[in-house]
């Protein structure tokens, strides 16, 4: 991946850490479910920012595939319509991989703005296909989830990064 000027170069990605960091994501969403605040609509989509975090940084690791199964994952899990948030996750995955080229030459608080839509569509294809199935639309407060989950966005990016930052240590032989 071509690097934006001034930023530092980075160290390839672990596929164990990758994968692990997905999964945890899947049990963070699980918890916040299971919580005491119960399935409230505002509460941020941790798998779905990990989700588009590793389809705009590793698209070839993390792909659309890979978005339908967590999305199978957390429908079992809710015991949701089948295939509700794997649809969400798939669309989110196919728009994450389709703007991933851009998005890396921008600061961390742009790129956030610029994810914001893409959450913004997962949670209303979400929410409109539980109130077309007979859902209860959960009120106005869904609106809050796509902006908390972007406002995660620098926090994930610092995170998830962090793994593949090398060592600040300059060499008058070795620039890299």
């Known amino acids: 991946m071509i690097m934006r000027p001034g930023q530092p170069l980075l160290l390839p990605a672990s596929p164990i850490f990758i994968w692990g960091s997905l999964i945890a994501a899947l049990m963070g969403n699980m918890l916040l479910n299971a919580g005491g605040m119960g399935r409230a609509a505002w509460l941020p989509d941790l798998l779905a920012l990990t ?5 705009v940084h590793q698209p070839q690791r993390v792909s659309v595939g890979a978005a339908f199964a967590f999305g199978l994952a957390m429908d079992v899990h809710q015991t949701a319509l089948l295939g509700q948030h794997a649809l969400a996750y798939t669309v989110l995955g196919f728009l994450a991989i389709s703007i991933h080229r851009r998005l890396v030459w921008f600061p961390v608080t742009t ?8 959450f913004a569509a997962a949670q209303a294809l979400v929410t409109t296909i539980r109130v077309f199935s ?3 639309f959960p009120g106005w407060t869904v609106l809050l989830a796509p902006v908390l989950t972007a406002v995660l966005w620098p926090v994930a990016s610092m995170l998830l990064l962090a793994p593949q930052r090398r060592a600040h240590d300059p060499d008058e032989n070795r620039p890299l």
């Open 51 to 55: 989700l588009v975090f590793w389809n």
């Open 111 to 118: 790129q956030a703005a610029h994810v914001l839509p893409l």
């Open 134 to 136: 007979g859902g209860v």
